[in-house]
Structures are given as structure tokens and as C-alpha cells.
């Protein structure tokens, strides 16, 4: 089992795939998203999470908060966040041991392994430190992984289609970034990413505050926390409602506050701190070489993207519709689940779905299956085979794509068939390509082109080459194991049939233009007459040897016939 953790600035969660489906674990409390916030008492305590928040308002210098900024420098928190003289790595740990503590006793069993996931800006000193932290708090970090990527593989865009351009914009509560990804064949790639490390929600908890403190005269720094407590309180509000009141009795003893705050006044206050967040965008956006009208996807993550204004200018930006289709607050843990259960196999289920479940191929000469994609190939996925004309001056070739596991393409199942016109040629001469495509869906386009006239016939197999019916499968699958012997017995002694088809009339025609020495003929006849009786017999094996005998018994007079043709070119060109 592998656990999913999302290590975030201001809040972090944990979670695991169960069942086949990454949930996200709740506390005791059943909140699926706990405060990255930790409290270091004088005498050693410890509190994680909500608990440590709570400790803020009668102990406000020894709560750690937002230590993620700090990951990776030489910082202690004395000088950074507080006094109480932790590394931002030993802090982070007690977070990571808190979710540990959250995921092990929701699961009932221990759980050593964990997906992390880090800012794709994150340098190598602070990967180093995160993986420390995990060390720490006893957790084998298995995997580090992107959060632009952890939040696109949650919205499920590595399967959208075989190549997808899609923009990360992530806005939390200290940090921002953008981020534009490409995704092939399930495959990330930052192309680019560009970030602020000090924009972020914790700015318009500031600007709320002292909007509200203006004219108030100095205040200590304890009413100053509650005030920025309950302007973050009203920004949330305000994503959903047009208006809030906000209200703090005595909050110095003897005065109380009270203020109104519309959602205009706060979209006025925040213009310029969206702007920056733009600015990021453009920054990136030409980083990565694309335009807005490239991205098939713009999805938005971190909890500030829950305010309208925000959620408009991204959109006005990009020129296109966000989704916000995933939890913003529970799309990246989610995501580092989703990657902790593929690496783990607990999510084989899905996986499974994802590869072909029969074999495909095409009817090729005599009747024989000749596979182009074998079962149990991983789709999406390509694959393709030259093939020649059977016959002279063949003016159609009659492409029949069969499922199945079976040796002869008549115990396989047909899923379509179509004809390629094609140049009349000489036997053997002619070049056709097939090439098998199946994407995502499992969908099956077959593609045929025949070399030398550039002609192609593209045509798509409506069923579905990945959703057979379990039982219909196992059914093939297990008289291809029954009729092994059978079956390859067949092939044996269709392949030989054809090769003797090929021998029987050339041998004629040495014997025919008196090619054959005496002491040969003996054993080229009697060759002939046993291809000729393993035939008459539907002998596999019989028919190979024969066929093989015939064939070093005129090996020598074969020679001969070719060095004869080339003797008559020869004496044409020169006009003798
Ligand atoms: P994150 O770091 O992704 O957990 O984001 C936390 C930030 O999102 C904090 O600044 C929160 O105040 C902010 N936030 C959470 N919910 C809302 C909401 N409904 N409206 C506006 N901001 C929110």
C-alpha cells in the first residue's frame, strides 16, 4: 500500500487507493484537509493540524506555519517563523507523521511508503529536504512527484487523448505557479513553469485586514492574528455571497468592529494581485513556446482559485472556460494517490482495462492469422507490417482484420474487411503497409497504404478492440490452448503448402528446359512425389520435410537456371 501525500504550504492531505478508487482519509474530526501548521510547546508537546492553529491565539510565537517557503535553505525556525529552533525539514516531518498517524488509523494497518508531491520549481535542495522530511517521519518516499501533474492526472487528462497540452494554474495560500504540461501516451512533461513564491491567498487576508483596521489605531499582535483570522473568514464568504458582515466584539477589550465588505470592493482590492498572477502566465506561456489557442486544458488548483475573480481573469487570460471540475483543495493528494496506486498495483484494475485483451491481426496468405498487436499489449498503442501481392497482376488486395488467438484466421473473429485497390504488378512485387492504431478508448483505426501508388484506405473498427465481454475472452483464449496442437499443426502444414505451391511449378520448369543433371533427377522426382503424397495426406509434418527435401535437391539446378537468366541478359545487352 502506498500512500498519496499532498505536503501543501498551508494545508495538507493524505489518501490511498481503495478498493481500485483513490479516496482521500479524514481525520477524527472528518476533515480530509488538514493545516500544515505545527505547535512546539515548552516542554516538548507537539500539535499538528487544527489543534496547533487553535493554539495560536494564547501561544502564537511557537506555531509553525507555511515552513514550506523554507525547505531546502539553512533556516531554523527561530529566525523564520518563530523560537522554537526546528529545521523546516523536522517541522514538515511532524506533518507527514500526523497524516501517517491519520492514513494508519483509518486503514488499521501500518503503512511505510508515500508519493509526495513537490512545486515543479522546487530545486534539488528542497526534493532533498522533502524526501528528509519523509525520512523523519518514517516514511520510504517511493516517489516524488510534480503537483502541476499530480493535479492532471486527478482530472484524469493523461488519458484525454495520445497528446494533450494542458496549463496547471495553481494558486494557493503563499505560493502560485503556472505550469504547462505535455501529456503523451501517459507521459508528463513540464514544458515550462513560472511561479511567485510570496503571491498567494495569505496577501488578500492582509489587504481584508487592514481595510478593516484602517483608522483603528495601533492594535497588539495578538488582536492582530484575529483580525487577519476573520478576514480570511469573509474572503471565503465572498466566493459564494455578494456581501459579508464582518463582526469582532470586543476585540480590545472595550470597542467592538464592525464592517461591511461587498464582493466588488474586494475584487477591486485584489486587481492588482491577480495581475501579478497573470503576469506569471504570460511569462510562461511564452516559455513554453504555445499559445493560449494550444492548450486543450486549463485546470485550476489551490483553494485562492475558488474566488470568482480569479476564476475570471484565468479564463479571460487563456480565452477559454476553466475547469474546475476536481475539489481544488483535494485535486493534488488526490493525483499523488492515483500515482501511489498504479505504483503499488492496486490500481491494476484500471490499468488492466488499458490493454488489449485478444491478440489482432490480419488474414494474410492461406488462411493464416498473422498477428499485429498481441494480447496484453499496453494501448494506446501503434504497430504495422509489410505485406506483398499474391498473385500477378493482383489488382485488389481484401484486408481482413481479425481478434483472436487462434492459429487460423477462420477460428478467429472478424471485426472488419475492406479492399485496397492496388497497381497491377508482378507477383511479389507489390508494397502494402498496415498499420493498427488503437487509442485510448480502445478503438481500433486501421490504416492501409499501398507504397508505390501512395493510395490509403483509413478505415475504423466500430467495436471496440478493448471491451470484449471477460467470458468471451476467456473462452477464446482457452480453446487457443486446447486446439495448440491442432492449431500449429495447421499453420505447419499451411505454410508449407504454400511453399510447395511456389517449388512445385518451378521444378517443372527446370526439368521442363533441361537443367537437371542425371544423378539429380532421381531424388528431385522422388522429392515431388512425396510433397505431392504429404498433400494427398494433409500431413504437416510430412509435407514440411518433403517440401524441404525437394528444395535441396534442386538447389543446384536452381543455380543453375539463375546464372543461365543472367547469361541470356547478358548476351541481350551486348547484341550478341
Ligand atoms: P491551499 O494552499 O491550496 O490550501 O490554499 C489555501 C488558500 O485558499 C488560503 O489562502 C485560503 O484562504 C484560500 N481559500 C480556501 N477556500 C477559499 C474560498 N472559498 N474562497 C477564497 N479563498 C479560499
Redesign the pocket.
Known amino acids: 500500500m502506498i500512500l498519496g501525500i499532498d505536503l501543501?504550504?498551508?494545508?495538507s492531505a493524505v489518501g490511498v487507493v481503495d478498493s481500485g478508487f483513490p479516496i482521500l482519509l479524514a481525520d477524527e474530526d472528518g476533515k480530509r484537509?488538514i493545516p500544515s501548521a505545527v505547535w512546539f510547546g515548552k516542554n516538548g508537546e507537539i500539535e499538528v493540524g487544527r489543534k496547533a492553529l487553535r493554539r495560536r491565539a494564547v501561544d502564537p510565537s511557537r506555531v509553525v506555519t507555511s515552513v514550506k517557503r523554507w525547505m531546502g535553505t539553512e533556516e531554523t525556525t527561530d529566525v523564520a517563523l518563530g523560537n522554537v529552533g526546528r529545521s523546516p525539514e523536522e517541522v514538515s516531518s511532524k506533518i507527514l507523521k500526523e497524516l501517517k498517524r491519520i492514513a494508519e488509523w483509518r486503514i488499521g494497518a501500518e503503512v511505510e511508503k508515500a508519493v509526495i508531491t513537490v512545486p515543479a520549481y522546487f530545486n534539488d535542495a528542497q526534493r532533498a529536504a522533502t524526501k528528509k522530511a519523509g525520512e523523519l517521519a518514517g516514511l520510504d518516499v517511493v516517489r516524488m512527484i510534480n503537483e502541476p501533474t499530480a493535479a492532471a492526472l486527478s482530472y484524469g487528462l493523461d488519458k484525454m487523448k495520445e497528446r494533450s497540452r494542458v496549463a496547471v494554474y495553481d494558486l494557493?495560500?503563499?505560493t502560485f505557479d503556472l505550469t504547462v504540461l505535455e501529456i503523451e501516451d501517459g507521459v508528463f512533461q513540464v514544458l515550462s513553469t513560472h511561479g511567485d513564491t510570496r503571491l498567494?491567498?495569505?496577501d488578500?487576508?492582509r489587504m481584508i485586514s487592514a481595510w478593516m483596521r484602517d483608522g483603528l489605531g495601533e492594535i497588539s499582535h495578538d488582536v492582530a492574528v484575529k483580525f487577519t483570522e476573520e478576514a480570511?473568514r469573509a474572503?471565503?464568504v465572498?466566493?459564494?455571497e455578494d456581501e459579508v458582515t464582518i463582526r469582532i466584539p470586543f476585540y480590545d477589550g472595550f470597542s467592538s468592529f464592525e464592517k461591511t465588505l461587498s464582493r466588488g470592493m474586494l475584487d477591486t482590492m485584489v486587481k492588482e494581485w491577480i495581475s501579478k498572477s497573470i503576469k506569471c502566465c504570460r511569462q510562461a506561456m511564452l516559455d513554453s513556446g504555445l499559445g493560449v489557442e494550444d492548450l486543450d486544458s486549463v485546470v485550476l488548483?489551490?483553494?485562492?482559485t475558488?474566488?470568482p475573480a480569479v476564476r475570471d481573469a484565468v479564463a479571460e487570460f487563456f480565452k477559454k472556460e476553466v475547469d474546475v471540475t476536481q475539489h481544488?483543495?483535494e485535486a493534488i493528494a488526490l493525483g499523488a494517490t492515483i500515482q501511489g496506486g498504479v505504483m503499488s498495483g492496486a490500481m491494476s484494475k484500471m490499468v488492466l482495462l488499458d490493454v488489449t485483451p485478444l491478440s489482432l491481426g490480419l488474414e494474410t496468405f492461406g488462411g493464416l492469422m498473422n498477428v499485429i498487436i498481441p494480447r496484453n499489449t499496453t494501448i494506446p498503442c501503434k504497430a504495422g507490417e509489410m505485406f506483398t501481392n499474391a498473385a500477378d497482376g493482383q489488382e485488389k488486395m481484401s484486408v481482413r482484420v481479425l481478434q483472436g488467438e487462434r492459429e487460423m484466421a477462420k477460428d478467429n473473429w472478424e471485426l472488419g474487411k475492406f479492399e485496397l485497390e492496388m497497381e497491377k504488378l508482378p507477383k511479389g512485387q507489390a508494397r502494402v503497409g498496415v498499420q493498427f492504431k488503437i487509442d485510448a478508448d480502445g478503438i481500433l483505426e486501421v490504416l492501409a497504404r499501398e507504397i508505390s501508388t501512395g493510395k490509403d484506405v483509413i478505415v475504423h473498427i466500430q467495436s471496440s478492440a478493448v471491451n470484449v465481454d471477460d467470458a468471451a475472452v476467456e473462452e477464446m483464449v482457452s480453446s487457443s490452448v486446447e486446439h495448440a496442437f491442432e492449431d500449429m499443426s495447421e499453420r505447419i502444414f499451411t505454410e508449407a503448402k504454400m511453399k510447395a505451391d511456389e517449388l512445385l511449378p518451378a521444378v517443372e520448369m527446370i526439368l521442363a528446359q533441361g537443367l537437371v543433371e542425371n544423378e539429380e533427377r532421381a531424388e528431385i522426382e522422388s522429392s515431388v512425389k512425396e510433397v505431392k503424397l504429404a498433400i494427398a495426406d494433409h500431413s504437416a509434418n510430412s509435407l514440411k520435410a518433403a517440401t524441404q527435401r525437394l528444395d535441396s535437391a534442386t538447389e543446384a539446378a536452381a543455380a543453375r537456371l539463375v546464372e543461365k537468366a543472367m547469361e541470356e541478359a547478358l548476351a541481350k545487352q551486348l547484341g550478341i
Open positions: 501543501g504550504t498551508t494545508h484537509i494557493g495560500g503563499g498567494g491567498g495569505d488578500v487576508d480570511e474572503k471565503r465572498l466566493s459564494s488548483v489551490g483553494g485562492s475558488r474566488m481544488p483543495d
